[in-house]
Nanobody, 116 residues
Framework: QVQLVESGGGLVQAGGSLRLSCAAS????????MGWYRQAPGKQRELVAT???????NYADSVKGRFTISRDNAKNTVYLQMGSLKPEDTAAYYC??????????WGQGTQVTVSS
């Protein structure tokens, strides 16, 4: 079992920045993929960004050039640095990890609201 604790959400004006954090209770050694997803009201959950154990990253087209995903293995934490935020980025953001045995876990979500 892996516990994920997310933080860093909040209310920000368009053009502003936020950094989300997701701390895992399990050592990063057994986690081969970490990612951020988001879900806006009335919409399906969508991928925002992922990062592998080797540091390879993948981003949704809508956030490329504005968001950066990173991980700190010493702190068992993955981050999502969000910049140039837009109202359409408003959503609940969820952290997800996938272990080496392909088991996946989700965080409880943190709300990001971007005002115009």
């Amino acid at each position: 079992q892996v516990q994920l604790v997310e933080s860093g959400g909040g209310l920000v004006q368009a053009g502003g920045s936020l950094r989300l954090s997701c701390a895992a209770s399990k050592t990063m050694f057994s986690i081969n993929l970490m990612g951020w997803y988001r879900q806006a009201p009335g919409k399906q959950r969508e991928l925002v960004a992922t990062i592998t154990s080797g540091g390879s990253t993948n981003y949704a087209d809508s956030v490329k050039g504005r968001f950066t995903i990173s991980r700190d293995n010493a702190k068992n934490t993955v981050y999502l640095q969000m910049g140039s935020l837009k109202p359409e980025d408003t959503a609940a953001y969820y952290c997800k990890v996938r272990l080496s045995d392909w088991t996946a876990y989700w965080g409880q979500g943190t709300q990001v609201t971007v005002s115009s």
